[in-house]
């Protein structure tokens, strides 16, 4: 089902921007702690990286499909690919 | 007619008056007087004309009996006149002539058998009749017929040239065969009996008179010897010196034998004059005998004749033997007479001289005196003088005496000769007679031989004759036969040929047409068959086809229908044909493998499709960042379309908005045009398009397969339809 794939885009989107926060949150947080005496600016960056992954992640897997055709469309142009 | 002629006379008078008054009436008058009097005058003469050619036609039919048929063939009804004026046919005419005909034959040719002949005769007659006679003759008396017979067969006897005289019509028919047999074993049945009845006659009084005549003769021997017994004892008696007793007894014996003869005689003569009688039957037998002319009674009447004549010849040598042994006996009792009587007078004298002496002198020889010795002795001498003198004038006139013995003698040899010779004449003539008769008879034997040689000869001739004739005859009969044949076996062979062509063409177009029908009829009922094949294939497609469409519908809210593999294997069986089956063929695989999805649920899903594709309206290659599909979504919450909205006919680019199109698309599936809302989807891009992806592919299968099974359902009900017979 297309009209599926989508829902399930988002809910990987979601899964994964929550693992990514979630994960950066608490390497942050383990980092603060650990490394930077529990400054906020892990987190938020951990938090952060965490989120701009999974977002660029998401953004990405949104886009698979047209990158794919681009990069079949540029292959096909050049002919240098595989 | 006068009176009409008069008046016809008078309107042309008044017609002439009429045209020319100048002219005078008497002319006219004359003119019509002397034209009406022409005119009767014309009528009394045509009248008597005509009269006098009926009568004279009358008269000379009645005359002649060939022009009364020339006319009666030749002019109709004439012969109903001819026969009330003159009478019926002239059949009729021709008995009489024939009649007297008949009287000329023969009794005997009248008793022939006429019922062979009778049968011929009468169709001779009758086509005889037909041919010159009139019809009404055809009906003649039956004796009048049989007459006719008889008087035909009579023809054959008669004269040739008076029967074609009188009968020219009828032919002139050799007597059958039988009939000439049967006369022949009539006359000799006849003849045998006549000679059987002769001959028992003739045998009869042969034997009768034989009879007679044996015993006319045995009495006439038995009188011969008599009589000459007879006489010898009288000679004996006479001549004989013997004693008294002796000649007493001789005497006695004498007169015994005179008795006997006497007796013998007249027995001889009572059975002669028997035996005569018989002799006269006899000859008078034969006399009828040979009056009958039976020819094979001759030798029998030859015999009789022979055996007559020699009867009679006995008995006249018996006779004449009788009446010379009775001359003797005559002649010697005359004799004796005469010594009786000499004796008798020498007794008287001895008597007289010598009264006393007994007539028996002989003995006397011691009893006589000399006295009486001597005129004994004187007498004797007086008697031998006197004998003497008789002796002497007897020997004067012993020549005398001999010449009238001799006359007498002679005559009386004359007239023994004469009934000698007469008798003898008799008997010789009767022998050469007989002698001639058998010559005859021998020599008619021999002509009968010689003729039947020679009528063998001529029979042998004639067939040959005959036999050549009839060969000639045969072959040209039947070289004629055979032409006749050949030509009727051709005529026959060709209308054979003809009717067996004409049947064998009815036949072959009977056959012809009934195979024709048989054709129709077959490829009635092969089309029938047919039709019936592609009905039941029609009805199966339609069947399966429904089953097909079914199975179509069997599809649930959310899950697709049962796979269409089945129905649409069923569908390719009962396939006949390339649409058929292309169509059938033309089901997509997912179809068939998983099933399609029902409209309903189609449509169930495009309503959760459409907020879904609103919200990504906006993404497509382009945009497809998280922002955009931010805005997409914020868009999707902000714009407000209308539920449904009728597409239009054609769309324009303002058309092709994604929440115009769902709007257009969710109209349509309403309204149940799935291929609408599907085209509608499909112009759909970008990440939209993406996510109505599978919803498109459902919906293009779903039409495909509805498309596919509703074109087969189609052509199932054109097929069913094209299949059932129109009423």
């Given at each position: 089902m297309s009209e599926k794939e989508l829902g399930k885009k988002w809910d990987r989107c979601l899964a994964d921007g929550v693992i990514k926060l979630g994960t950066g949150l608490g390497l942050g947080i383990v980092f603060s702690v650990l490394f930077f005496k529990r400054r906020t600016w892990p987190i938020s960056l951990?938090?952060?990286?965490?989120?701009?992954?999974?977002?660029?992640?998401?953004?990405?897997?949104l886009r698979s499909h047209y990158l794919q055709h681009r990069i079949e469309a540029v292959c096909f142009r050049t002919a240098s690919c595989w | 007619m006068l009176g009409v002629c008069l008046r016809g006379a008078h309107a042309t008078v008044r017609k002439n008056c009429v045209r020319s008054p100048l002219t005078p009436l008497q002319s006219y008058r004359c003119y019509s007087t002397s034209r009406s009097s022409g005119a009767s005058r014309v009528v009394a003469l045509g009248l008597v004309t005509v009269g006098g050619g009926v009568g004279g036609t009358l008269l000379y039919s009645k005359w002649d009996p060939k022009f009364?048929?020339?006319?009666?063939?030749?002019?109709?009804?004439?012969?109903?006149?001819?026969?009330?004026?003159?009478?019926?046919?002239p059949e009729d005419a021709r008995l009489p002539v024939r009649k007297q005909v008949e009287l000329n034959q023969p009794p005997s040719m009248l008793d022939k058998p006429k019922t062979d002949p009778k049968a011929k005769s009468q169709k001779s007659v009758k086509e005889a009749a037909e041919a010159s006679g009139p019809e009404s003759s055809l009906v003649p008396p039956p004796p009048a017929q049989s007459i006719q017979d008889?008087?035909?067969?009579?023809?054959?006897?008669?004269?040739?040239?008076?029967?074609?005289?009188?009968?020219?019509?009828?032919?002139?028919?050799?007597r059958p065969v039988d009939e000439v047999t049967a006369r022949l074993v009539q006359q000799d049945q006849e003849e045998e009996k006549l000679l059987a009845s002769l001959s028992s006659r003739l045998e009869d009084s042969l034997a009768s008179s034989a009879k007679a005549t044996l015993q006319a003769i045995g009495a006439q021997e038995v009188a011969l010897q008599a009589v000459t017994q007879h006489t010898r004892k009288l000679k004996d008696a006479m001549e004989a010196e013997a004693p008294s007793d002796?000649?007493?007894?001789?005497?006695?014996?004498?007169?015994?034998?005179l008795a006997e003869r006497t007796a013998a005689v007249k027995d001889a003569t009572t059975t002669l004059s028997k035996a005569n009688e018989a002799l006269e039957g006899l000859k008078s037998v034969i006399n009828q005998a040979k009056g009958q002319k039976v020819a094979a009674a001759r030798p029998l009447i030859l015999a009789a004749e022979e055996n007559l004549h020699q009867m009679v010849v006995d008995l006249d040598?018996?006779?004449?033997?009788v009446r010379s042994a009775e001359s003797e006996a005559k002649v010697v009792s005359q004799y004796?007479?005469?010594?009786?009587?000499?004796?008798?007078?020498?007794?008287?004298?001895v008597s007289s001289l010598t009264p006393e002496i007994q007539a028996n002198w002989k003995g006397l020889t011691g009893k006589l005196s000399v006295d009486d010795l001597n005129a004994l002795i004187a007498h004797a001498h007086r008697r031998i003088d006197q004998l003497n003198r008789e002796l002497a004038e007897q020997r004067v006139r012993e020549q005398i005496h001999i010449e009238a013995a001799l006359e007498q003698q002679k005559v009386e040899d004359h007239k023994v000769l004469d009934a000698a010779v007469t008798t003898a004449m008799g008997h010789v003539k009767e022998e050469a007679r007989l002698n001639l008769e058998q010559k005859l008879a021998e020599l008619r034997e021999v002509m009968e031989a010689e003729m039947r040689t020679q009528l063998r000869r001529q029979a042998a001739a004639h067939t040959d004759h005959v036999r050549d004739v009839l060969k000639v005859q045969e072959q040209e009969l039947r070289a004629e036969a055979e032409q006749v044949l050949n030509s009727k076996i051709l005529d026959q062979e060709t209308r054979y040929r003809q009717l067996t062509q004409e049947q064998l063409d009815n036949f072959t177009l009977d056959m012809n047409a009934a195979y024709a029908r048989l054709k129709g009829i077959e490829e009635a009922i092969d089309s029938h068959a047919v039709a019936e094949e592609t009905a039941r294939e029609a009805h199966q497609l339609w069947l399966s086809v429904e089953a097909l469409s079914y199975a179509l519908k069997s599809a649930g809210a959310d899950s697709p229908s049962m796979p269409l593999e089945d129905a649409a294997e069923a569908v390719r069986a009962s396939c006949h044909d390339d649409f058929c089956s292309a169509l059938a063929s033309a089901l997509p695989q997912e179809s068939l493998q998983r099933g399609v999805y029902s409209e309903a649920s189609l449509r169930a899903r495009f309503n959760a499709l459409r907020s879904l594709a609103r919200r990504v309206a906006l993404i497509d290659e382009s945009r497809n960042s998280l922002y955009q599909y931010f805005l997409s979504y914020l868009q999707a919450a902000l714009l407000f379309e209308d539920q449904q909205e009728a597409p239009p006919s054609q769309l324009s680019g303002a058309d092709l908005d994604p929440f115009k199109l769902l709007s257009y698309a969710s109209y349509c599936l309403e309204h149940g045009d799935l291929e609408l809302a599907a085209k509608l989807v499909n112009q759909l891009r970008g990440e939209a398009r993406r996510v109505v992806e599978d919803w498109l592919t459902e919906a293009r299968l779903t039409l495909e397969t509805r498309q596919v099974v509703s074109?087969?359902?189609?052509?199932?009900?054109a097929a069913g339809l094209g299949t059932t017979q129109a009423p």
């Open positions: 951990g938090s952060g990286a965490g989120l701009g992954m999974a977002y660029a992640n998401c953004q990405n897997n | 009364r048929a020339a006319v009666e063939k030749n002019v109709p009804y004439s012969d109903w006149l001819l026969g009330l004026a003159l009478g019926p046919a008889e008087c035909k067969e009579c023809h054959k006897h008669a004269d040739v040239s008076e029967t074609a005289a009188v009968a020219s019509a009828e032919p002139l028919k050799e002796e000649k007493s007894t001789q005497w006695k014996e004498l007169e015994a034998a040598k018996v006779v004449s033997k004796t007479e005469l010594v009786n009587e000499a004796k008798q007078q020498f007794q008287r004298e074109l087969l359902s189609a052509y199932a009900n």
